[in-house]
């Protein structure tokens, strides 16, 4: 396999990686990892708005 191959496949382990880690940490305290200061602090990302948008609950364990 050539670099841009192995650049895809540690772009994919590294936010798959994430995506299973922010799911089992959300399962596990209740809520996913947000930012604790700034101006998105406590906020979900891009994606809940989404999810919101469908009627559904981005914080809900149907999401999680």
Do not use: C, E, Q, Y
Not at 13 to 23: I, N, P, R
Not at 42 to 56: F, K
Request: proline fraction near 5%; avoid cysteine.
């Amino acid at each position: 396999m050539n670099w841009a191959g192995w650049t895809v496949v540690a772009m994919v382990a590294v936010t798959g990686g994430w995506m299973l880690f922010d799911g089992l940490h959300a399962l596990v305290t209740g809520d996913f990892v947000t930012p604790s200061s700034g101006t998105h602090a406590g906020r979900l990302g891009p994606w809940a708005d989404l999810v919101s948008g469908i009627g559904l609950d981005p914080r809900s364990l149907l999401v999680k």
